[in-house]
Antibody
Framework: QVQLQQSGPGLVKTSQTLSLTCSVS??????????WNWIRQHPGKGLEWLGR???????NYNPSLKSRVAISLDTSKNQFSLKLTSVTAADTAVYFC??????????WGQGTLVTVSS | DIQMTQSPSSLSASIGDRVTITCRAS??????LNWYQQEPGKAPKVLIY???SLQSGVPSRFSGSGSGTEFTLTISSLQAEDFATYYC?????????FGPGTKVEIK
């Protein structure tokens, strides 16, 4: 049974970089069967897809975030990471990592509330 | 981007009721449509993928149908543990997009 465990700070200062890591157990980030995604949810709101990475390193990002988002993969550690630069209060949200097996996002991390404050 | 809409935005229902939620895509997405259930404070859980395939471990009272631009999620007999928010999501193309959610509450 695959498990995704998120880590990273819950408080980030305005204009700095938000960094989160998702560690995968019970499955391999080297598998060609999956994409590895980041999604966020503003307080009391719906779900927003941020981007994903494939085992090859190929990425897709949400254009709404322009060039602020970057997702990387470390197959040796079986983990993937999110970096969001130049954060503002509008980036305060619960961030989730999730696995996509081309049939839905079938495994999720526990979620990390990240608050952006000066 | 493909815009997803859901109706209703919320509903009140009783245990045992049949509940139907509709999801519409702003353009053709074939059957690249997934449904999720989210309880407060928890991560979403996939119920239905590819419009009508039941995720392993999900009770058979959940079913999905549709193709193209219009889809439905049906709960045949609502149970206490089904009171939650439900989201549809298209996986036809990036950016992946979600509907705004339907909150199912106890009547």
């Amino acid at each position: 049974q695959v498990q995704l465990q998120q880590s990273g700070p819950g408080l980030v200062k305005t204009s700095q970089t938000l960094s989160l890591t998702c560690s995968v157990s019970g499955g391999s980030t080297s598998s060609a069967a999956y994409y590895w995604n980041w999604i966020r949810q503003h307080p009391g709101k719906g779900l927003e897809w941020l981007g994903r990475i494939y085992f090859s390193g190929a990425t897709n990002y949400n254009p709404s975030l322009k060039s602020r988002v970057a997702i990387s993969l470390d197959t040796s550690k079986n983990q993937f990471s999110l970096k969001l630069t130049s954060v503002t209060a509008a980036d305060t949200a619960v961030y989730f990592c999730a696995r996509d097996r081309a049939g839905g996002l079938d495994a999720w991390g526990q979620g990390t509330l990240v608050t952006v404050s000066s | 981007d493909i815009q997803m809409t859901q109706s209703p935005s919320s509903l009140s229902a009783s245990i045992g009721d049949r509940v139907t939620i509709t999801c519409r895509a702003s353009q053709y997405i074939d059957t690249y449509l997934n449904w999720y259930q989210q309880e407060p404070g928890k991560a979403p859980k996939v119920l239905i993928y590819a419009a009508s395939s039941l995720q392993s471990g999900v009770p058979s009272r959940f079913s999905g149908s549709g193709s193209g631009t219009e889809f439905t999620l049906t709960i045949s007999s609502l149970q206490a543990e089904d009171f939650a928010t439900y989201y549809c999501q298209q996986s036809y193309t990036t950016p992946l997009t979600f509907g705004p959610g339907t909150k199912v509450e106890i009547k």
